[in-house]
């Protein structure tokens, strides 16, 4: 086994292990959110979630700039003068959005659209700030500071919504408004934002440089990451068209109902997450040549690990119908787009990264453009044709499947690697999902799945069944 690709999964488990208390966090919000909050309460907090992910647009490039720039380099041979003044911009830089986001809003006539705008308001300067920091601590690898964080920010999370709990439990309050989740939600933000304040008082307060000194370096931010967070807001769009046709064309119920699916697939997409602040610097850190070599392998490993991490299907459809009976529809769509998650993973995590690395970012926002745009036309005719949330659910997961088979293919054709069997691997595992969700049966359903995934990865990724038989080899040695 490849030093690199040992250090890259070993680096992969230690960050997903460390996410486990966000796990249980969201395991919280997901399961407990939308109980004591009700459909319509919850469908409202779902509009500022929707909304809230196009922030991320507006630091225009620099986070991702500075990921790019540093990525892969140690933290004490950064210039920290040149980071005080930098910091200390674009903290500026944000809360002059923020307001700019806030005074708009008031001239919004819809009561609950104001208060949601106002809230991104808000939410939009503490967020990006947040991820400045969160990229600066990534691309110098210092994952331990990632975990200590993703445990701050779970146990927060944890703590208000076991206070609400007790709170309706107790008859203090009746039903949680979305106004009041939303506050906390964005509290927890702002307690990261101190959080990493007090840790990172070096590259923020002191001597820094003038800001004509810094300003080219400022603006070669901007544009090395500005396609970049074009292509990754493409990428929230086209993930997210779906709900956004439902929230237009559809009542507030269905949308609960249909933010719910994506709020259990959130469940899913956490350890994915943890995998995502590994891949890029462990990248950046290779040659392109030694890079392509094991993109197959690494677009294996995601897969693999995805297909079985969607058995959770099971279980939350049982505790579904045990404990959220009114959300028992949202079923329906969850078992359609749950192994989406598997494409959409292959390309925001993997393959967006390579595309980054070859330097093809804006190669990869074209195919993004383009998707996108199929997608707004594919999903408007499903609505006008079948005016079925279902329908609109089944033409996002044909959409990312597309979308999929355009990027991966340029990297295969351009840089003569073949993945073909990742492909059929994507097409047997999600027609099988959805075949075997079908049986009324949850346990039946999941062992057969369950076999059907351990032949099939036995037959198509035995790169993947190779490095899990050696490293438990490693580990057996190493115990004896």
């Known amino acids: 086994m490849d030093k690199n690709n040992s250090n890259f999964v070993q680096n992969t488990i230690k960050v997903v292990f460390s996410n486990f208390a966000i796990l249980l966090s969201s395991v919280l919000v997901a399961l407990f959110i939308p109980k004591i909050m009700g459909v319509i309460q919850y469908g409202y907090y779902k509009l500022f979630v929707l909304y809230s992910v196009y922030s991320a647009l507006l630091h225009f490039g620099l986070v991702d700039g500075i990921l790019l720039y540093y990525g892969g380099k140690q933290y004490q041979s950064l210039n920290k003068k040149n980071l005080r003044s930098i910091s200390r911009f674009f903290i500026f830089f944000e809360i002059i959005i923020s307001i700019l986001i806030i005074g708009a809003a008031q001239f919004i006539n819809n009561d609950t659209y104001r208060y949601v705008f106002t809230a991104i308001g808000f939410y939009t300067s503490i967020l990006n700030v947040v991820t400045y920091f969160q990229y600066i601590t990534q691309a110098v690898m210092n994952f331990n500071l990632l975990s200590k964080v993703n445990l701050f920010q779970a146990c927060s999370i944890s703590t208000f919504v076991?206070?609400?709990?007790?709170?309706?439990?107790?008859?203090?309050?009746?039903?949680?408004?979305?106004?009041?989740?939303?506050?906390?939600?964005?509290?927890?933000?702002?307690?990261?934002?101190?959080?990493?304040?007090?840790?990172?008082?070096?590259?923020?307060?002191?001597?820094?440089?003038?800001?004509?000194?810094?300003?080219?370096?400022?603006?070669?931010?901007?544009?090395?990451?500005?396609?970049?967070?074009?292509?990754?807001?493409?990428?929230?769009?086209?993930?997210?068209?779906?709900?956004?046709?439902?929230?237009?064309?559809?009542?507030?119920?269905?949308?609960?109902?249909?933010?719910?699916?994506?709020?259990?697939?959130?469940?899913?997409?956490?350890?994915?997450?943890?995998?995502?602040?590994?891949?890029?610097?462990?990248?950046?850190?290779?040659?392109?040549?030694?890079?392509?070599?094991?993109?197959?392998?690494?677009?294996?490993?995601?897969?693999?690990l995805i297909y079985l991490v969607i058995l959770v299907y099971f279980p939350i459809h049982i505790f579904i119908h045990w404990f959220l009976p009114a959300y028992v529809p949202s079923l329906s769509y969850f078992r359609l787009l749950l192994p989406g998650v598997g494409i959409s993973s292959c390309v925001s995590i993997v393959i967006f990264n390579y595309f980054k690395i070859v330097n093809a970012s804006k190669k990869y926002l074209i195919y993004g453009i383009v998707v996108l745009i199929i997608a707004v036309f594919f999903n408007y005719i499903i609505y006008l044709v079948f005016k079925s949330a279902y329908a609109i659910a089944l033409s996002s997961l044909i959409v990312l499947f597309f979308w999929y088979l355009l990027d991966n293919n340029y990297l295969c054709t351009k840089y003569k690697k073949k993945s073909m069997n990742n492909t059929i691997y994507i097409i047997i595992m999600t027609i099988s999902f959805e075949l075997v969700t079908l049986v009324r049966q949850p346990i039946i359903a999941f062992f057969s799945y369950l076999i059907i995934y351990i032949l099939v990865t036995f037959w198509l990724e035995k790169n993947v069944v190779n490095f899990i038989f050696n490293l438990l080899k490693k580990y057996k040695r190493s115990f004896l």
């Open 162 to 304: 076991i206070l609400l709990i007790v709170l309706v439990k107790f008859k203090v309050i009746e039903k949680v408004n979305y106004q009041l989740y939303v506050s906390l939600f964005i509290l927890t933000y702002l307690l990261m934002l101190i959080f990493y304040i007090v840790k990172y008082k070096e590259i923020i307060f002191g001597i820094g440089r003038d800001f004509f000194e810094i300003k080219n370096l400022i603006l070669n931010f901007f544009k090395i990451g500005l396609p970049v967070t074009i292509s990754y807001q493409i990428t929230v769009l086209i993930l997210n068209l779906d709900n956004q046709y439902i929230s237009m064309f559809f009542s507030t119920r269905t949308f609960g109902i249909y933010s719910f699916a994506y709020s259990l697939i959130a469940l899913t997409t956490t350890i994915v997450n943890a995998i995502s602040t590994v891949v890029f610097p462990y990248l950046n850190k290779q040659d392109r040549i030694e890079a392509m070599n094991n993109y197959s392998l690494n677009l294996s490993y995601i897969l693999s």
